[in-house]
């Protein structure tokens, strides 16, 4: 049996959390509001935030290491001007993000250099059919003949 | 021979010099000059290349092989990297390459299959999609065009084919099937090859090289020979075949007697594939058949009440009045005149109809003001450049042959369509919406005005009329007593027996009938016998002059150096090519007398034994709508080359402003035209016109009335008076042409032809 994620549970108490400090934040008068998320210098406090939400010290960890938690912190930080979150798992969890992005959109360019290409197939085969058709125009045009093009029974 | 290209020496619109060595002769080399017209494809160096001509010794070039044909042997191995370079546009040795390393010998198979043009695209350029399937589709374009025809050339010539423009035509409507197809049934080729006799010694060595086991009785040789019977009717001016007619000529072709199972089973089989399409009395010509319904459709379409007319023609009554104020108060329009040209505006598909002298052009330059006081614009159009310019002089706008008309409006079509391509670069767009504005154009506010329309044969119409857009209007001038067209059909004499859309002109003109030619043709247009004038030289008006049959060459010889040659205005009409009267006598001794000092001693050898000097006239033989050029155009040699090996002529054709140079291969187009055959000169005109009367099974009442009327100011009639008389007692040649158009009936059901196809004479 795997082992159970942390992630939900943390989730189910730091989401209230944040609602509360984003209610906070939008209560303040706009132009002179000051952040309601806990921080030092202008950089989200972690620590303070476990706390907060009831975890234990040992907890604080989770919040670099998975970016789910990190980013949802790292929005409000944004809106209310802080530093948010920054650690390498969460900068490699980015570029995981982007590179499965940038493979998706890679997909889809394929996609439609293929169905172009395929188009241009059938293109050049109703140019040439067209071509044809003239041809046999203009011979009908000529001789009031065309060339048989199918089998005699 | 083959050759190898090691240099380019000149490539020009017409065609190329190269320096080429020999393949079977290693170190022998010599120069090549081909016409683009006979070559299939255009050479590049290193390419190897099978070319047949003449050797000439030219002192500035040394030996040089005036190519009468040429075309690519398709490279092989690595070597279409090199073709690809050079024939397929945007491609370059660089990503030709990239194929080759990517495909090795297997390239050729898949460069020639447009199902692989995903796969050649990434190869080409992986990070360029929109420019990869591009040049893609170039890279299968310029394998498979020049692969289809150069295979099909190898194949027909193996088999003693070789006319490369048969193998050119094939090429591009079977494509790479080409040879498969001609190897299951070598019949289809009917209707390019010239002769039975070839076509069926060719025909059955294929069928026998393909395992057939009696193809003498083959059902294919039998659908080939109906097929090669209906080619014969077409060339005769019918597209009706009577059962007379058919089984004696398919007894001939298949070498049987009228009445044998071979023809019955040869019939039986032309039905059952389409070759012929049964009516009452006879078949009817499959071609011709789709060719006068499209026709009669369009036509019947354009008198029906939801036909659009974008230009407003207001009612009768209000266009009375204007009429009168269109016309030139010194010269008022008469009742008959002012009622066909009310007749004429009413309906979007009218016929001016009438003989010389009775001012249809008149009439037809106030149409044509009315018309244009509407709103609408006008194009005219004529058979020849002669006809044009003067079509063009009487009603003071512009007018075009037809051969140019429709030239520039399947030119029009090539531009417009090549401008849906979203990827055509912006000097492309740019070039082709400037070449666009200087084309012939027919929108729905244009009226086509076809000069001397009884002449105009079925597919010349039919190429008019597909260019017309809904809205456009049609209106024929002409005379149905002319002689019919060369070509098969008979369309404005059909459209003329309707009076719901035709205006006749009756009355001769003072004016027009100061010459006597009016008068004169008046009379043998009624089958009477006129009164000529005396002959005595240059004057206005219509003489005969008797002699004995024996004579006639002399007689028309004295003539026309009395009256002058082509350059005073003379022209010679003789009922056939053959006899002391004939065309081909007249023009060989026409040609040595009339010779101009200033003249070289040499002459130029054509083709067909004739040969040509300054100041001949002479008249094209085909038409050549891309070139504006058709089959009864007449024009005069300007200069030809100082030195007797060069075979070349500058000729100034009528209606045109600066003279073409005809090369060799024109040349097989080209005759003398001192004197020409009566269904060669309609169309044109000449101020003076000699015209042999010797008996002939072509001389009846039309064929006097088209000589005649031929001329402007004078015309002499040379040979004996009963022959005349005799002339005007038969029927009109139209009579007797078997045509499937029906006017105003509509299409066919299938059952039933006019009374005109059946009755024959």
Redesign the interface.
């Known amino acids: 049996m795997p082992a159970r994620s942390i992630i939900p549970e943390i989730l189910a108490k730091l989401e209230p959390y944040l609602e509360l400090l984003d209610q906070q934040w939008e209560s303040q008068a706009e132009g002179c509001r000051t952040p309601t998320l806990p921080q030092d210098k202008g950089q989200v406090n972690v620590r303070a935030i476990t706390k907060a939400v009831g975890l234990r010290q040992s907890q604080e960890q989770h919040f670099f290491k998975k970016p789910e938690l990190a980013l949802a912190i790292n929005e409000l930080a944004r809106i209310q001007g802080l530093r948010g979150i920054n650690s390498r798992e969460l900068q490699d969890a980015g570029d995981r993000v982007h590179a499965a992005r940038m493979q998706k959109v890679e997909r889809h360019n394929t996609d439609l250099s293929r169905s172009l290409a395929e188009r241009e197939a059938v293109i050049e085969r109703q140019r040439r059919e067209i071509d044809a058709l003239r041809a046999q125009l203009a011979l009908l045009e000529e001789t009031g003949m065309t060339i048989r093009t199918s089998g005699v029974r | 021979m083959f050759a190898c290209v090691e240099k380019l020496i000149a490539e020009r619109d017409w065609g190329v010099i190269l320096s080429v060595r020999a393949v079977e002769q290693p170190g022998e080399k010599y120069q090549v000059k081909a016409l683009t017209k006979v070559l299939l494809g255009r050479p590049s160096v290193g390419e190897t290349w099978y070319f047949e001509g003449e050797y000439l010794q030219s002192p500035r070039y040394g030996r040089q092989l005036v190519a009468q044909s040429g075309y690519r042997k398709m490279p092989t191995g690595k070597l279409i990297c090199r073709y690809l370079a050079e024939h397929a546009p945007g491609v370059g040795l660089d990503r030709a390459t990239r194929l080759w390393n990517k495909w090795n010998v297997n390239l050729a198979t898949i460069i020639s299959d447009?199902?692989?043009?995903?796969e050649i695209?990434?190869v080409l350029a992986p990070d360029r999609?929109?420019l990869?399937?591009?040049l893609?589709?170039a890279v299968?374009?310029a394998w498979?065009d020049s692969a289809a025809e150069s295979n099909l050339v190898d194949w027909l010539m193996q088999r003693g084919v070789e006319d490369l423009k048969i193998a050119r035509?094939?090429a591009?409507?079977?494509?790479d099937s080409a040879i498969q197809?001609l190897a299951?049934?070598p019949?289809?080729?009917?209707?390019?090859l010239p002769s039975w006799t070839k076509l069926d010694e060719f025909a059955r060595r294929v069928m026998q090289e393909t395992g057939a086991k009696a193809p003498g009785a083959d059902?294919?040789r039998l659908?080939g020979a109906v097929?090669a019977v209906?080619?014969g009717t077409?060339a005769d001016g019918d597209?009706v075949l009577t059962r007379e007619r058919l089984r004696s000529s398919l007894a001939k072709l298949l070498e049987s007697s009228e009445g044998s199972d071979t023809v019955d089973a040869a019939i039986a089989?032309g039905e059952?594939?389409g070759a012929i399409l049964p009516v009452s009395g006879g078949w009817r010509?499959p071609?011709?058949a789709?060719?006068e319904d499209n026709v009669a459709a369009k036509l019947r379409r354009m008198l029906e009440p939801s036909y659009p007319s974008p230009v407003g023609v207001p009612p009768p009554d209000q266009l009375a009045r204007l009429l009168d104020r269109m016309a030139n108060p010194s010269r008022p329009l008469h009742e008959e005149q002012k009622s066909a040209a009310l007749k004429v505006m009413v309906h979007a598909i009218a016929c001016l109809q009438g003989g010389a002298g009775v001012g249809k052009t008149y009439t037809l330059k106030i149409v044509c003001d009315l018309y244009e006081s509407f709103g609408g614009r006008v194009l005219l159009g004529a058979l020849a450049g002669k006809a044009a310019l003067r079509l063009a002089r009487a009603t003071d706008r512009d007018a075009f042959t037809l051969a140019r008309i429709i030239g520039q409006l399947a030119e029009r079509e090539r531009i417009e369509s090549a401008l849906h391509d979203p990827g055509l670069d912006a000097p492309t767009v740019a070039r082709s919406s400037e070449r666009l504005k200087s084309l012939i154009k027919i929108d729905d506010r244009t009226l086509v005005v076809l000069d001397e329309a009884s002449m105009i044969d079925?597919?010349?119409l039919?190429?008019i009329l597909r260019y017309m857009p809904e809205g456009a209007r049609l209106l024929l001038t002409g005379d149905a007593a002319q002689l019919p067209p060369i070509g098969?059909g008979l369309i404005y004499h059909a459209l003329v027996s309707d009076p719901q859309i035709t205006a006749n002109l009756t009355v001769i003109h003072r004016q027009a009938s100061e010459s006597g030619i009016p008068t004169v043709s008046a009379a043998i247009r009624e089958r009477r016998m006129p009164l000529f004038t005396d002959y005595q030289g240059v004057a206005d008006g219509v003489s005969f002059v008797p002699c004995e049959s024996g004579l006639i060459g002399d007689v028309v010889e004295r003539i026309v150096l009395q009256v002058g040659g082509y350059s005073n205005g003379v022209l010679v009409v003789s009922p056939t090519k053959k006899g002391p009267g004939g065309v081909d006598a007249l023009n060989a001794r026409l040609h040595e007398r009339l010779r101009p000092s200033c003249a070289p001693a040499h002459d130029i050898k054509g083709f067909n034994a004739q040969y040509y000097t300054i100041g001949d006239p002479v008249m094209c033989l085909r038409?050549d709508y891309s070139r504006g050029l058709f089959n009864g155009q007449i024009g005069q040699v300007q200069s030809i080359p100082d030195s007797p090996g060069e075979r070349w002529l500058e000729v100034l054709f009528d209606g045109e402003s600066s003279p073409r140079t005809l090369q060799l291969e024109d040349l097989m187009d080209l005759t003398l035209a001192h004197a020409i055959t009566c269904h060669k000169l309609q169309g044109s005109q000449a101020a003076r016109v000699v015209v042999p009367i010797y008996e002939s099974r072509v001389l009846d009442p039309s064929w006097v009335y088209t000589a005649i009327t031929r001329a402007e100011r004078q015309v002499i009639l040379v040979g004996d008076l009963t022959v005349l008389s005799l002339a005007l007692r038969r029927s009109r040649t139209a009579e007797n042409r078997r045509v499937g158009f029906a006017w105003p009936l509509g299409i066919h059901g299938g059952e039933n032809l006019p009374a005109r196809c059946c009755s024959g004479s």
């Open positions: 447009e199902n692989n043009i995903p695209a990434r999609p929109n990869a399937v591009r893609a589709a299968v374009r498979k035509r094939v591009r409507i079977l494509g197809a299951s049934n019949y289809i080729l009917v209707p390019l059902v294919r659908v097929d209906v080619k077409l597209t089989a059952r594939n010509a071609g011709a789709l060719l079925l597919p010349t039919h190429a098969f038409n």
